[in-house]
């Protein structure tokens, strides 16, 4: 482990504990349906504690951002891995493509929403932008057995706006169009809606070739913009 990594994470340990808060952290825990432990920190608690565990610390090589990465994905409380998944998008301008091999290990190691769609809109997606040859491995994921992976692959355009790759953003709403899981179906609702900002009648449209091939959930939350469109 990096020097950086270990002063880093351990600074955090300490402005993190500081600020724990036990009451909040069982509300917290049952809102993540029990999956992880929290220190019960609020998103504003949390990122200016890490501001006082980064002060005077250098810019990350892209060696060290694994590192911090990782290391933080082996703590327990959840608060550590939000803080990973800021932290890499600080500094997306930093790693190569084949950093989305690392970033393909956080998403599916100790998986749920919260961490993986901060990867996917923030960290994957500012990768394959900054590194458009790597998204052939979109289309990988796109098809992939772990869900969270396809879950990223749909989700990894969504800050793109004019820039979405339309073909590639429609192709993998179709081909997961049938797939059962909850998680699936609110991401494909998810990135059509948010494409409804930049072309609402690509969606409209989109929507009306698909029919019932797509699920109830996910054409009620493609749908919920166009209304007055």
Same mark, same amino acid.
């Given at each position: 482990?990096?020097?950086? /990594? ?5 600074? !955090? *340990?300490?402005?993190?504990? &500081? ?19 929290? $220190? #019960? ?15 005077? $610390?250098?810019?990350?090589? &892209?060696?060290? !951002?694994?590192?911090?990465? $990782? ?7 959840? &608060? ?9 998008? +600080? ?6 493509? *084949? ?12 998986? =749920? =929403? ?10 994957? @997606? @500012? ?20 869900? =969270? ?11 793109? #706006? ?6 590639? !953003?429609? #192709? ?5 169009? @049938? ?6 179906? +609110?991401?494909? @609702? =998810? *990135? ?14 989109? !929507?009306? /070739?698909? #029919? ?8 009620? &939350?493609?749908? +919920? ?5």
């Amino acid at each position: 482990m990096s020097d950086l /990594a270990v002063v880093l994470v351990d600074r !955090l *340990a300490a402005a993190f504990d &500081e600020a724990r808060d036990p009451v909040r952290a069982v509300g917290a825990a049952a809102y993540m349906r029990d999956q992880f432990p929290f $220190l #019960g920190l609020t998103s504003p608690v949390r990122r200016a504690r890490a501001r006082v565990a980064l002060a005077g $610390l250098p810019r990350p090589t &892209e060696a060290e !951002l694994r590192d911090v990465a $990782l290391t933080c994905w082996s703590r327990d409380e959840r &608060e550590f891995q939000q803080f990973a998944c800021d932290y890499l998008a +600080k500094h997306i301008q930093v790693p190569g493509p *084949a950093f989305l091999d690392t970033v393909a290990e956080l998403i599916v190691t100790k998986s =749920w =929403w919260d961490t993986v769609d901060a990867l996917a809109a923030h960290v994957v @997606g @500012g990768l394959v932008r900054r590194h458009p040859e790597t998204v052939t491995r979109m289309d990988e994921w796109s098809r992939a057995d772990d869900m =969270w992976l396809v879950r990223a692959a749909i989700l990894h355009q969504l800050t793109y #706006g004019p820039a979405t790759d339309t073909d590639r !953003l429609f #192709g993998y709403c179709a081909a997961q169009a @049938g797939h059962r899981d909850f998680f699936i179906r +609110k991401a494909i @609702g =998810w *990135a059509l809606r948010q494409h409804t900002r930049t072309d609402p009648e690509a969606v409209r449209a989109f !929507l009306s /070739a698909q #029919g019932d091939r797509l699920s109830p959930l996910s054409r009620r &939350e493609a749908a +919920k913009h166009l209304v007055n469109r």
